[in-house]
């Protein structure tokens, strides 16, 4: 299949490729917010060890 | 000490409910006015043909019926939790499960059946033929009572949670959705000429399969929200 | 058996383990998720009915099986916390909701893009769409619910009972929507899930589920290790991990 028709998929183009965009997006998406979830439970665990660390006055 | 029978402690529920309901019988009513305030909407927002509105009749008969109880089901447990009343039965000892079916079912009683009884009326305001009467009372009290269920356990998780009317819509709406499938669409059946008894056998179906297993859901959802 | 069974509920044992399985979940699942897109958009000839729309298919099916496949694990997992009150459950559970409902999301898009070519409008209430919208109401109910609480736990218990009533309601919800679509034959009764087509043109189907199946368990891996932490006071072992 030549480079021309696989972009143009049969006129059906739009349809096609916004679905495998949104696909791509959405697992992007869970890609991220999966990292960024596990990152700000780190950040926020590790800053209450060290507050747990710190002397009392 | 002796222990009070479970069904004399349920009707005791049962009619202390009623009892208090009575007392306040504006708050019985305003369901009840919600309903008929719904219903004309429908009208004056498409065609006062009576016609074009039989199509939808039974629809919007059955939405506006849901929406109304739900609109009741959102106090069920509040002022019970407020004063501690539902603590004392989680400590009492009795089956919670049954005390609280029995909180439900006074509560059906006061806001489901007269929505029932209106239907009728309300139905036929739209367009409903008489012969649909029948099919729309029995969806109705089967679809109202399977609601306050389902309502109920929506009630109990949501008790403590502030504005909580709208959660517990959102909560309880989409898994009422087979309910007004089936309820609405046997009244459509029976207007096209139809026998309605294979989506009100699935009704009454689903309504004694929530008789069975929602107390329990109830009970542990009143747990979780008593503790402390 | 057991003592495996109590080592893994324990936190920290599990985000070590969950960190260690996650890049053998993540790797394979990209792997399989780019050739099932190479071989789906490329490899398989055009459909002699739909043309090269029916390729939707390859990313339509998948995300609606693991909207349903994750709302189940979600509830198993939330009657498992419930039940002997493991917060690892409870944890798992809370970690589906986000997935599963990106998931239900994107299988209602790719099914309203895919509609428009095949029945000339983008929404229609077909059983499988209609399904799949009250299945995000589910979703978004069960995330509301959980946002609503200040307490971990009372927020736990609470969508639990709620995603139990849910999944015990699902068939029930499928059975009605599909019994709702036969009481009007639509003009042309096509069958927007699996059409009859050749085995060779299911291979990048199977391909694309296998790698978002991997694909969901490195997520999960992921947003359980943040839960975990979120939900651990005890400052002990936090200082060794990460």
């Given at each position: 299949m030549d480079l021309q028709k696989f972009f143009e998929m049969g006129g059906y183009a739009g349809y096609v490729w916004s679905a495998y965009g949104l696909t791509a997006l959405v697992l992007i998406w869970n890609w991220w917010a999966a990292r960024r979830s596990e990152a700000e439970a780190q950040t926020s665990a590790q800053r209450r060890s060290e507050l747990s660390r710190e002397p009392r006055s | 000490m002796k222990r009070t029978p479970i069904f004399e402690a349920a009707r005791l529920v049962f009619q202390r409910d009623l009892t208090l309901a009575w007392r306040r019988w504006d708050e019985v009513t305003q369901p009840l006015i919600f309903y008929v305030v719904v219903t004309t909407m429908f009208p004056l927002a498409t065609t006062p043909d009576l016609a074009q509105l039989r199509v939808i009749s039974g629809g919007v008969v059955w939405v506006a019926a849901l929406l109304s109880s739900l609109l009741a089901l959102e106090a069920l447990f509040r002022s019970d939790v407020e004063d501690g009343t539902t603590e004392q039965w989680v400590l009492s000892g009795q089956p919670l499960g049954w005390l609280l079916l029995s909180k439900v079912a006074a509560h059906w009683m006061l806001t489901g059946l007269p929505l029932v009884v209106m239907s009728p009326i309300v139905g036929t305001a739209l367009g409903l033929p008489f012969n649909a009467w029948g099919t729309l009372v029995i969806s109705l009290l089967l679809g109202t009572g399977t609601l306050s269920i389902l309502g109920g356990i929506g009630a109990a998780l949501t008790v403590g949670v502030r504005r909580g009317s709208v959660l517990l819509s959102l909560l309880v709406l989409p898994l009422a959705m087979p309910l007004l499938i089936f309820g609405a669409r046997s009244v459509g059946m029976v207007m096209d000429g139809e026998s309605p008894a294979g989506p009100l056998q699935l009704l009454a179906a689903i309504f004694f399969m929530a008789l069975s297993l929602g107390p329990l859901a109830m009970s542990a959802a009143i747990r979780i929200s008593v503790e402390n | 058996m057991w003592l495996w069974f109590h080592k893994l509920a324990s936190p920290p044992h599990a985000y070590r383990l969950l960190g260690k399985m996650a890049p053998w979940f993540g790797w394979p699942a990209l792997i399989l998720i780019l050739t099932a897109t190479w071989w789906g958009l490329f490899k398989v000839p055009p459909d002699y009915q739909q043309g090269d729309a029916f390729r939707i298919l390859y990313v339509h099916a998948p995300s609606a099986w693991m909207s349903m496949f994750t709302y189940v694990v979600m509830a198993v997992a939330a009657a498992v916390g419930l039940i002997w009150r493991i917060k690892l459950a409870h944890a798992a559970s809370a970690a589906c909701a986000p997935i599963g409902a990106s998931f239900t999301f994107l299988a209602l898009a790719t099914g309203s893009i895919w509609g428009k070519p095949m029945w000339g409008t983008w929404?229609?209430?077909?059983?499988?769409?209609?399904?799949?919208?009250?299945?995000?109401?589910?979703?978004?109910?069960?995330?509301?619910?959980?946002?609503?609480?200040?307490?971990?736990?009372r927020a736990d218990r609470a969508s639990a009972v709620l995603a139990i009533v849910g999944v015990i309601n699902v068939p029930i919800i499928h059975y009605s929507v599909q019994w709702w679509t036969t009481l009007h034959q639509p003009a042309s009764v096509t069958k927007m899930g699996k059409p009859s087509i050749a085995a060779v043109m299911l291979v990048p189907l199977f391909l694309m589920i296998a790698g978002f199946q991997l694909y969901f368990g490195w997520a999960i891996s992921r947003r359980l290790r943040g839960e975990i932490l979120r939900r651990e006071r005890n400052a002990g072992w936090l200082k060794e991990a990460s």
């Open positions: - | - | 929404w229609v209430w077909d059983a499988r769409l209609t399904s799949e919208l009250l299945l995000l109401f589910l979703y978004l109910g069960y995330m509301a619910l959980r946002a609503s609480f200040d307490e971990a736990q």
